[in-house]
């Protein structure tokens, strides 16, 4: 079964670069069917940081949810990802499921409107 997921992400570490090569690992190893346009966002909690690229991907993946978490977070370490820096702090590559089989699973969508407008974009 073909799963239907929504996956974000963001980057202020070299950013243009980190989004433009996460987006080219994703369609390598996924059906990307559609990705949005990248947005400039003010960085949440530690604010004295620069300015993060967001974007976004509707792909199909025949792995399920937890092994897709996995697979996402070995190519943030591809990335050059470095756990040790706080939560909110800078980041080369963040990658998250939004959405799965239609269904938002993560509940920044809710408080955050540029999660919001990422994802009316794919739905357009």
């Known amino acids: 079964m073909k799963n239907q997921v929504i996956v974000v992400l963001g980057s202020n570490i070299d950013a243009e670069k980190n989004i433009n090569v996460a987006l080219s690992l ?5 059906k990307v069917n559609k990705i949005s346009s990248v947005l400039k966002t003010k960085p949440i909690g530690i604010t004295n940081q620069p300015d993060f690229l967001n974007a976004a991907v509707f792909m199909e993946t025949s792995l399920e ?9 070995a190519l943030e370490d591809e990335l050059g990802r470095d756990r040790t820096r706080p939560k909110f702090g800078p980041r080369e590559i963040d990658l998250d499921i939004l959405s799965w089989n239609g269904k938002i699973v993560d509940d920044d ?3 955050r409107d540029f999660l919001q407008q990422l994802v009316a974009e794919l739905n357009q």
């Open 65 to 73: 949810r937890e092994a897709l978490i996995q697979r996402l977070k």
């Open 26 to 30: 994703l369609e390598k190893y996924f």
């Open 109 to 111: 969508y809710y408080s």
